[in-house]
């Protein structure tokens, strides 16, 4: 089935409307404290007619044959459109933390980068990030950066997601 435009999407999201919907994919993941790994993840952008998508994820670990091997990071956010293709995206991540980023779509790509990390007292240090979605025949692929534990920002994160 082809995507189509809400009819009611605010024109500030417009620039925006190719991430609409549900993805699911999988991809690799790597940092120096941890071992490698592969992922699964589901998402969704929701959006009413006002200035914002709603944003849910939820991702697990898989094993060499892509079967689940555990319930790994989810998150939930808001992400605010701007004029111009300016962005602020709230972000709530099942481990103790949350973060405000900055970015800026450009054709099929939105890059964003954090502005502030907040975390609870029991979770990981994290400290910044960077995030790069981008449309590729019709797929999503997605890349994510991570400051944490000590470490300076490197990747950690990479994949492709399909439309649902």
Avoid at 3 to 14: L, Q, R
Avoid at 86 to 114: F, M, Q
Avoid at 126 to 136: H, I, N, P, S, W
């Amino acid at each position: 089935m082809p995507f189509e435009i809400p009819e009611n999407i605010h024109p500030n999201c417009a620039p925006l409307a190719w991430l609409l919907g549900g993805w699911r994919g999988n991809g690799e993941g790597d940092y120096p404290t941890i071992d490698k790994f592969t992922w699964g993840q589901e998402l969704i952008f929701q959006q009413d007619g006002r200035p914002f998508f709603h944003y849910m994820a939820r991702s697990w670990v898989t094993d060499a044959e892509g079967n689940k091997v555990r319930d790994a990071a989810q998150e939930t956010g808001f992400l605010r459109c701007h004029e111009g293709g300016e962005v602020e995206w709230l972000l709530t991540h099942n481990i103790g933390i949350s973060e405000l980023w900055h970015g800026k779509v450009d054709g099929a790509r939105l890059h964003l980068t954090t502005d502030a990390v907040m975390r609870a007292g029991t979770a990981k240090e994290v400290t910044a990030g960077q995030r790069m979605y981008g449309l590729v025949e019709g797929d999503l692929w997605f890349a994510m950066d991570m400051a944490a534990v000590g470490q300076e920002l490197q990747p950690h994160l990479w994949g492709k997601l399909v439309r649902l």
